[in-house]
């Protein structure tokens, strides 16, 4: 018999079904990633509509938007988290995570949306018009298109930056790859072969994202 | 007939339209020349709704351009405009770009569309362009473009907007040839020019625009060998 069976082993080893642990956790960090970058770019769209069309809503979902941007992910996610708690409204922290991760996406999309409306020339937009379209047609035909080309690079940009910030969301307890990785980290005490692991997935999830981005640029040339 | 009674129109404090009356009658090329600033762009603006109105009233075939009642978007059906910049879609091939409004304004099937398209489009010499992409083009070929897809909405009525002052002088011609066509066919328009000559060749009739009013209406060949007013004499002395 070796010492170590009379001790009490505090830490083990890296073992294959920690694989599985992180994969899992990488599942959820996609799950959280996909929820929050998919509505929060349609919610981004709508604002950065709003923010091109109305001066009062530059001024007011303009502020807003601007705290979202500006105000660390990682406050705004400990405030938002125990903020309901207090209204007598305790919140998952999977759906605190969604909800501020939503926001803080549609605040970043807005911007660029805005700028890919405005990408289209007033003249090319009254040229639809007088053809008859009506403003949701030119809209729906002639700007979405061509604003959706403008600003695929700054909102690939910002779909690969909310996917690694949603690491932050581990803060409040939800299991996605980094809090996965810091549990493991704690038992194994190997936290380089585990942060490589964690770094490999977080490639494996973002290198579609810009590649699909790249073919779709490609696709969307104008000739 | 496109009918303007005593229109004025006003951005802020600048009145650029002052009290324009105008009738052009079914069939008819009227040209609208002179200086830049002068109105000629605004009011076809207003005509087809672009711009709106201060006073008086526009009517085309009857119906009140700028009435709330009004379908602005049926009425532009029968108005086609051609603008200085051609402004092609370029997300569309030459073919799309003709057929796009057939199909979703006028609710054509896609066959349908594309046959009118490819009609337009060989009707503008771009018969063999159908499947490239507009920005290949050059920016006379993107000119005839954009009336081929005006034309696609079978208007009655053609306004143009100084449609050849953007381009190259040697693409000129071709896009004015693409006009003389749209004479021959009949159709009715109004080409605000700095083509004189061309002016002189195509129109009916011919108005000559000083800050905001009109200043001559006249013949065409009247108006450019025997102005009456000074203005025009001296308008036409710098241009000619």
């Known amino acids: ?223 | 007939m496109i009918e303007l009674n005593s229109v004025n129109k006003s951005f802020g404090d600048l009145q650029v339209l002052k009290g324009i009356d105008l009738s052009v009658a079914k069939g008819e090329v009227l040209s609208v020349i002179g200086a830049s600033g002068s109105g000629k762009s605004t009011m076809l603006y207003c005509i087809n709704a672009l711009e709106q109105i201060q006073g008086g009233s526009i009517s085309v075939d009857g119906l009140d351009v700028h009435a709330k009642s009004t379908d602005i978007n049926k009425l532009r059906q029968n108005i086609g405009m051609v603008f200085q910049q051609w402004n092609s879609f370029p997300h569309l091939t030459v073919l799309d770009n003709v057929a796009l409004a057939p199909k979703i304004v006028l609710g054509k099937s896609a066959d349908e569309a594309r046959s009118i398209a490819e009609k337009q489009l060989q009707h503008v010499d771009l018969g063999d362009k159908l499947d490239t992409y507009p920005t290949r083009m050059s920016g006379g070929q993107q000119q005839r473009l954009a009336i081929a897809r005006a034309l696609a909405m079978e208007p009655g009525y053609m306004l143009f907007d100084e449609v050849t002052s953007a381009l190259d002088p040697e693409l000129v011609g071709e896009v004015l040839d693409t006009l003389r066509l749209l004479r021959e066919d009949g159709m009715t328009m109004i080409v605000v020019t700095h083509e004189i000559n061309f002016a002189r060749d195509v129109s009916d009739r011919i108005a000559f625009f000083h800050q905001g009013v009109i200043e001559e209406l006249a013949p065409a060949k009247e108006l450019v060998n025997n102005p009456q007013r000074q203005r025009t004499q001296q308008f036409l002395s710098k241009v000619l």
């Open chain 1, 1 to 223: 018999m070796s010492e170590s069976a009379n001790t009490i082993q505090f830490f083990t080893g890296f073992r294959f079904n920690d694989l599985g642990f992180l994969a899992e956790a990488a599942g959820n960090t996609l799950l959280i990633s996909v929820i929050s970058i998919s509505i929060g770019s349609v919610l981004g769209c709508l604002f950065g509509w709003a923010l091109h069309v109305s001066v009062l809503a530059r001024y007011i979902l303009g502020s807003v938007l601007d705290i979202f941007r500006s105000v660390p992910l990682i406050i705004q996610l400990l405030l938002f988290f125990n903020f309901f708690p207090i209204l007598g409204l305790p919140l998952e922290p999977f759906a605190a995570g969604c909800i501020v991760l939503i926001f803080y996406t549609s605040a970043l999309v807005a911007q660029v949306a805005r700028g890919g409306i405005e990408a289209v020339p007033d003249s090319m937009r009254r040229a639809s018009r007088s053809l008859g379209m009506s403003y949701l047609q030119d809209m729906r035909y002639v700007v979405w298109p061509i604003g959706a080309r403008a600003m695929l690079p700054a909102w690939t940009g910002v779909a690969l930056g909310v996917l690694k910030d949603s690491a932050l969301v581990s803060v409040l307890g939800y299991l996605e790859l980094l809090r996965a990785s810091q549990i493991l980290i704690t038992r194994t005490q190997e936290p380089f072969i585990i942060l490589a692991i964690v770094g490999a997935f977080y490639f494996a999830l973002s290198y579609p994202i810009g590649k699909l981005s790249a073919k779709l640029e490609q696709r969307w040339q104008y000739d």
